[in-house]
């Protein structure tokens, strides 16, 4: 495939609020796209500031709840009407869950499910007409590690992820013959708000919840501008796969080569990293 040109096209991005897909915004903006941002949480930051410092390119901010069936068709149609050839789909937006299986409800699981892959799989079958419109179209969704190995604690979340996997590598191989490009994405620990953001499961103890927090805080250190970076430039390339930051890179490596063993390793290594983490032990006097 030829390489993907940014300039003049039409670029939507889910979950473009904050983290990594603020910065996609912003390296999309340079790039010359036009863009559509799409997140539950207020664009008005993102959106000023793109239209500030790059005013030759045009803004569409969507307020939606990609948890919704009806909010997600609402976003496709908008987009359809708006822009019969769209150049890039971007499927960043993702929640987190936390809780061992018999700690979430089945709607919690859910809700999980609905945003990370539910909806990721709505949007591109529904403008699939608009990329074939536009020739060397691309598609990106962003799984995960977690779509790359499944630890203890997360099912909802590495059950999406996995499944955003599967369906991009099926598309993968059924869309070159319409040259449209497709990447999947899988960052390790990035420097974002989705720890803090993460749903906790109704059945897990108040207790267990700020040691799970700082153990999954500590893992993310990579800056989420280095990470938009590396995808924009996965896509010019139209590499079908990147894996962010060694947290991605040693596990993927560790799965690969010892398919079950691997789990225990990186419980223990885990581990290690939040301890050194902690804050000391307050001392009484």
């Given at each position: 495939?030829?390489?993907?040109?940014?300039?003049?096209?039409?670029?939507?991005?889910?979950?473009?609020?904050?983290?990594?897909?603020?910065?996609?915004?912003?390296?999309?903006?340079?790039?010359?796209?036009h863009?559509?941002?799409?997140?539950?949480?207020?664009?008005?930051?993102?959106?000023?500031?793109?239209?500030?410092?790059?005013?030759?390119?045009?803004?569409?901010?969507?307020?939606?709840?990609?948890?919704?069936?009806?909010?997600v068709?609402?976003?496709?149609?908008?987009?359809?009407?708006?822009?019969?050839?769209?150049?890039?789909?971007?499927?960043?937006?993702?929640?987190?869950?936390?809780?061992?299986?018999?700690?979430?409800?089945?709607?919690?699981?859910?809700?999980?499910?609905?945003?990370?892959?539910?909806?990721?799989?709505?949007?591109?079958?529904?403008?699939?007409?608009?990329?074939?419109?536009?020739?060397?179209?691309?598609?990106?969704?962003?799984?995960?590690?977690?779509?790359?190995?499944?630890?203890?604690?997360?099912?909802?979340?590495?059950?999406?992820?996995?499944a955003?996997?599967?369906?991009?590598?099926?598309?993968?191989?059924e869309?070159a013959?319409?040259?449209?490009?497709?990447?999947?994405?899988?960052?390790?620990?990035?420097?974002?708000?989705?720890?803090?953001?993460?749903?906790?499961?109704?059945?897990?103890?108040?207790?267990?919840?700020?040691?799970?927090?700082?153990?999954?805080?500590?893992?993310?250190?990579?800056?989420?501008?280095?990470a938009?970076?590396?995808?924009?430039?996965?896509?010019?390339?139209?590499?079908?796969?990147?894996?962010?930051?060694?947290?991605?890179?040693?596990?993927?490596?560790?799965?690969?080569?010892?398919?079950?063993?691997?789990?225990?390793?990186?419980?223990?290594?885990?581990?290690?990293?939040?301890?050194?983490?902690?804050?000391?032990?307050?001392?009484?006097?």
């Amino acid at each position: 495939m030829t390489p993907y040109n940014f300039a003049g096209r039409t670029a939507v991005l889910t979950g473009a609020a904050s983290g990594i897909g603020e910065r996609l915004a912003y390296g999309l903006a340079r790039r010359g796209s036009h863009l559509v941002l799409v997140d539950v949480s207020p664009l008005d930051r993102v959106v000023d500031r793109i239209r500030k410092e790059h005013p030759a390119v045009d803004v569409t901010p969507l307020t939606a709840d990609l948890s919704s069936k009806e909010d997600v068709t609402g976003v496709a149609q908008r987009v359809l009407a708006d822009h019969p050839a769209v150049g890039l789909l971007l499927n960043n937006a993702g929640i987190a869950l936390g809780g061992r299986f018999d700690q979430v409800t089945v709607d919690e699981f859910e809700t999980v499910m609905n945003v990370n892959f539910r909806a990721p799989m709505l949007l591109t079958h529904a403008l699939l007409p608009a990329l074939k419109a536009a020739p060397g179209s691309h598609i990106v969704n962003v799984s995960s590690l977690f779509g790359l190995i499944a630890p203890y604690g997360q099912s909802a979340y590495s059950a999406s992820k996995f499944a955003l996997r599967g369906l991009s590598q099926v598309l993968h191989a059924e869309l070159a013959e319409n040259d449209i490009g497709v990447t999947t994405v899988h960052p390790g620990g990035i420097r974002t708000r989705i720890a803090t953001s993460a749903l906790i499961g109704s059945g897990v103890r108040a207790a267990d919840i700020e040691p799970q927090m700082r153990s999954f805080e500590s893992l993310l250190t990579f800056p989420p501008e280095k990470a938009a970076e590396l995808i924009l430039t996965a896509v010019t390339r139209r590499k079908a796969r990147l894996l962010i930051a060694s947290s991605a890179k040693f596990p993927d490596f560790l799965a690969r080569m010892a398919p079950v063993g691997h789990t225990r390793i990186l419980q223990a290594v885990t581990a290690l990293v939040s301890s050194r983490a902690r804050p000391p032990a307050e001392v009484k006097q």
